[in-house]
């Protein structure tokens, strides 16, 4: 009998393993012919692959099993795949993407000017005005197209092609799919969304790899992901946190906020706005859907929150990929 069962569990182990690989094809909607060199990846991490000539990708996700693959390519709108079922051949149908700002060619003084302008308010929205940010370098800049005096009052941009980052001040070297970017120049308001994938970690032996890892460990402190980290190990208040309702008296029990289901996947969840103070700091966190899944590695669902005060003043310059960790 023992025998039996030790040859039914190992006979599941390529099973297993297999189900942790995903495979498929990339197409393009239109003319179903393949997409080569598109990007497969899992959005924060270190983890991806590109497809080859006939379109075709394997990329293990063992590591990050509960996430949505991306789909990047030139030219096409990204698409996500979640609920990745074991066994299954994905065939991904890309839709060209449309833009709705014309590109304008620069050429007199003037715009090449206002080019300068419109490029240093990307920079200082997208990248941030941090410390980190005042090291971070976007090597091909000239991808960014401007809505220019399409419209005075937002300034729109997107990115022909994915933009390439390099941070010198975490020791990362990025790649940045820009979906969507709008700055509110009469209320001061910032928005954009998009994919992020690390490509290089530019921590070496010796002095330099202890710089990045101080700076790394000092823009984690007070993160979102460190938040998260923190609420998902249920030590919010050993780590610095405090969370409590907006202008709250009464303390709050974790069973009030996190909600945790049957195969152990936890969600934040609240009816109402909530505060959180860490070192003299305050975010106010605004709920965009019911409930919303975080990891212990600090992953959440970014588009069912909205962050107000200290923790949205982080931009791309403060990313830090998912694999990092503190200790």
């Given at each position: 009998?023992?025998?039996?069962l ?9 099973f ?19 997409v ?35 789909i990047?390519?030139?030219g096409y ?8 079922i ?9 839709k ?11 050429e007199?003084?003037?715009l ?16 941030g005005r ?16 401007f ?6 009052d937002t ?6 092609e ?7 001040a ?16 009469v ?16 921590a ?7 710089e ?18 923190a ?6 208040s050993r780590?610095g946190?405090?969370?409590q309702?907006v ?30 103070a ?9 709920f ?8 212990r590695?600090g ?7 909205v ?8 931009r791309?310059?403060d990313?830090?990929?998912?694999e990092?960790?503190?200790?």
């Open positions: 009998m023992k025998k039996l030790l040859l039914l569990l190992l006979s599941t182990i390529p297993l393993i297999f189900g942790q690989v995903v495979r498929g094809r990339v197409l393009d909607h239109e003319t179903k012919k393949p080569d060199y598109a990007s497969v990846y899992i959005n924060g991490t270190f983890l991806g692959t590109s497809t080859n000539a006939n379109g075709e990708f394997e990329l293990d996700v063992t590591s990050q099993v509960n996430r949505a693959l991306q990047s390519a030139v709108r990204s698409k996500a795949l979640s609920s990745l074991a066994g299954k051949y994905y065939e991904v149908n890309l060209k993407a449309v833009y709705e700002i014309v590109e304008v060619s620069i007199s003084k003037s090449t000017k206002e080019r300068e302008r419109c490029m240093k308010t990307f920079k200082d929205e997208f990248l941090s410390r980190n940010a005042k090291e971070c370098i976007i090597m091909n800049e000239e991808v960014v197209t809505n220019y005096h399409t419209n005075r300034l729109k941009a997107i990115a022909r994915p933009l390439v980052i390099l941070n010198n975490l020791g990362y070297q990025l790649t940045y799919y820009l979906d969507k970017f709008e700055f509110d120049k209320h001061k308001t910032t928005s954009f969304s998009g994919n992020i994938v690390f490509n290089m970690d530019l070496a032996e010796g002095q330099s790899r202890k990045y890892a101080g700076r790394r460990k000092k823009t984690y402190k007070g993160s979102c992901s460190h938040f998260f980290s609420l998902w190990l249920n030590k919010l780590e946190f405090r969370l309702e202008e709250g008296i009464v303390p709050l029990d974790y069973t009030d906020f996190v909600h945790i289901d049957v195969q152990g996947n936890k969600y934040f969840t609240y009816p109402r706005n909530l505060e959180i860490y070192d003299y700091h305050l975010t106010t966190v605004s965009r859907a019911p409930s919303v899944y975080f990891a590695d992953f959440f669902e970014p588009e069912a929150i962050w107000y005060g200290y923790m949205s003043m982080a791309i310059a990313w830090l990929p998912y990092y960790s503190p200790d």
